[in-house]
């Protein structure tokens, strides 16, 4: 090191002193805490689950009601659940109880199985799955939360409001905010006709006509019903995050969402009076 290179102990009479402290990252709220008013990007899950993360608000073109989205495995049980069973956030694996209820089970679109696990005949020893020749197709994974008790904010953590939506493209840049991983960003579209089979805690589901995201470590789980969106200032919502690998994300398009949970997603905040 020269003399050059050392920092005087002043510059132009202001003191000066040089503090190692590591790499300076942005700051952003943690997800598994408890929200009021609550909003998209949080932990939130089924009374009788364990974590999942409040996905999209939208509303519901049956009767206007503002509703939640999310997963069906994370409000529905993956087909178990009764309608009106509680919706609560924070997750119970966060701490969540029912005095943390923020709204109910509507309906759900029901997964279709392409192989099952049936709980009763495993216990009675008999054969515990079933499979089809041609598994049944299945495009979203989705529940719908309404009967909303505590006061929404019609945005997404770490994110803010959305501006737009639309289906999602190949090249996409995306980011989410989840339970799990928290704002992760920089997720690239790699394909929006993605087939696959996804293993759930009942069975084997097949899915087709959803997208896919290269990155690793863009989620995990917990992160399920995350709402994914265009990684730029104004933000647009592409759909909503349900599976994936260590590198990779697979989540629902946004034209399925609505046309299957005959909803509209809200973009911006919203008036949502009338709504609790």
């Known amino acids: 090191m020269a003399l050059t290179d050392i920092i005087p102990e002043e510059i132009e009479g202001i003191p000066t002193d040089v503090v190692e402290i590591g790499p300076i990252k942005a700051l952003s709220l943690d997800p598994k805490k408890k929200y009021r008013p609550f909003l998209a990007g949080v932990s939130a899950m089924n009374y009788r689950g364990t974590a999942c993360t409040l996905g999209l608000f939208a509303r519901d073109r049956e009767d206007g009601e503002l509703v939640i989205?999310?997963?069906?495995?994370?409000?529905?049980?993956?087909?178990a659940a009764?309608?009106?069973?509680?919706?609560?956030?924070?997750?119970?694996?966060?701490?969540?109880?029912?005095?943390?209820?923020i709204g109910e089970l509507k309906r759900f679109v029901p997964l279709r199985y392409a192989s099952y696990h049936c709980p009763f005949r495993s216990f009675f020893g008999l054969r515990n799955w079933w499979r089809k020749r041609d598994p049944p197709e299945n495009v979203v994974d989705l529940g719908i939360v309404g009967?909303?008790?505590a006061e929404p904010k019609v945005e997404i953590l770490n994110i803010g409001k959305v501006y737009g939506k639309r289906d999602p493209e190949a090249g996409d840049v995306v980011k989410k905010c989840?339970?799990?991983?928290?704002?992760?960003?920089?997720?690239h579209v790699i394909g929006v006709h993605w087939s696959g089979s996804v293993q759930y805690?009942?069975?084997?589901?097949?899915?087709?006509?959803?997208?896919?995201?290269?990155?690793?470590?863009f989620s995990a789980g917990g992160d399920s019903s995350s709402g994914i969106v265009t990684d730029e200032a104004k933000a647009k919502v592409l759909g909503l995050l349900f599976a994936g690998s260590d590198t990779h994300t697979i989540f629902c398009k946004l034209s399925n969402i609505e046309a299957y949970g005959n909803v509209d997603v809200v973009i911006q905040a919203e008036p949502v009076e009338g709504s609790i």
């Open 178 to 187: 989840g339970r799990t991983t928290g704002l992760t960003r920089g997720g």
């Open 201 to 217: 805690g009942r069975g084997e589901v097949w899915f087709t006509d959803c997208a896919i995201i290269r990155k690793e470590g």
């Open 82 to 101: 009764k309608i009106g069973e509680a919706y609560l956030q924070p997750s119970p694996y966060d701490g969540g109880t029912m005095d943390d209820k």
């Open 69 to 79: 989205l999310a997963n069906n495995h994370c409000v529905a049980r993956e087909n």
């Open 147 to 149: 009967s909303i008790s």
